[in-house]
């Protein structure tokens, strides 16, 4: 998961993120702590923020290689013969996916 913060400091406030392994905010206390304290790549000060704070994005990454994987099918495709729509949805079906674990990650916050 990418997660991401604004600065604290008041003449920055620039987004950063950070990567972490866990899936939800539960293996996120276990993984981080309740809290980060994480250094702003912009500014170099520290950010305190509780966890429930952290923001999850859809990971761009794993779509756009959604993208390049389901171009690569449509040319081998293609070259067989044959056009499908089925590739189309391969690009949409991986960006639905990241798109909804954001969301779920965004959803439960631990009490605390
Ligand atoms: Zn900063």
Redesign the pocket.
């Known amino acids: 998961m990418q997660l991401s913060y604004y600065?604290?400091?008041k003449s920055?406030?620039?987004l950063?993120y950070i990567k972490v392994q866990s899936n939800n905010r539960f293996e996120l206390k276990e993984e981080l702590g309740l809290e980060i304290n994480e250094r702003?790549?912009?500014?170099?000060?520290y950010?305190k923020r509780h966890i429930n704070r952290l923001h999850c994005s859809p990971n761009y990454a794993i779509i756009i290689g959604g993208l390049v994987l389901a171009v690569v099918i449509t040319i081998f495709i293609w070259h067989l013969g044959f056009v499908s729509t089925l590739t189309g949805s391969i690009p949409i079906g991986i960006w639905m996916n990241q798109e909804k674990k954001a969301s779920t990650f965004n959803k439960v916050l631990i009490d605390d």
């Open positions: 600065c604290s400091t920055c406030q620039k950063n702003c790549k912009h500014c170099g000060n950010t």
